[in-house]
């Protein structure tokens, strides 16, 4: 025996930016049928509050934190039990990142000739987010008077603690 589940409608899919204002909503007048043990994927058409999302701009800060929030009210049509509401919500936060500072503290020169080049780098790194950032990669190359004289990239993952500095030594 196979049960339909007939979706009269999905409304209110909206996401909530700061203190509350809608910037964006949704609704689908009819979803269609999905079956016992289906499963369906739900085109939503969007409404942008472009008033709202531009007053979000002057609150929206390179290194913050910006909390969120998702309200989804899925209305199902069940038979025997008839209409069901069904509300969803999800809260989060979206870290908007700010780029480093990075400072050359230091070359250090182990061994410098023409066959070879041997030095350690010495960088400054100031995390200026409100969260930690995570240095997945990073490769760099030295010249000296327009020739390429080095190279190096970063060996492991390093983390920098929110409104912190870490020295990073590379060979």
């Not at 910006?66 to 069901?84: A, E, H, N, Q, S």
């Not at 250090?108 to 997945?136: C, P, R, Y």
Request: glycine fraction near 6%; proline fraction near 6%.
């Amino acid at each position: 025996m196979s049960l339909q589940f007939t979706s009269q409608k999905l409304t209110s899919s909206r996401l909530i930016l700061f203190d509350g204002r809608k910037l964006i909503s949704g609704l689908i007048p009819d979803a269609g049928t999905i079956h016992a043990h289906g499963s369906e994927t739900v085109q939503i058409p969007l409404c942008l509050i472009y008033d709202d999302i531009k007053s979000t701009y002057a609150d929206i800060q390179p290194g913050s934190i910006i909390p969120y929030k998702v309200k989804v009210d899925l209305i199902v049509d069940v038979p025997v039990f008839g209409r069901l509401t069904l509300p969803l919500e999800k809260n989060g936060e979206i870290p908007i990142p700010y780029k480093p500072d990075v400072d050359i503290e230091k070359i250090k020169f182990q061994k410098f000739s023409f066959e070879e080049t041997v030095a350690t780098l010495h960088l400054k790194l100031e995390n200026k987010n409100d969260f930690d950032l995570g240095l997945n990669a990073l490769d760099y190359e030295v010249w000296l008077c327009d020739v390429s004289i080095g190279g190096a990239e970063l060996a492991k993952t390093e983390n920098i603690k929110r409104n912190e500095g870490k020295a990073l030594v590379i060979p």
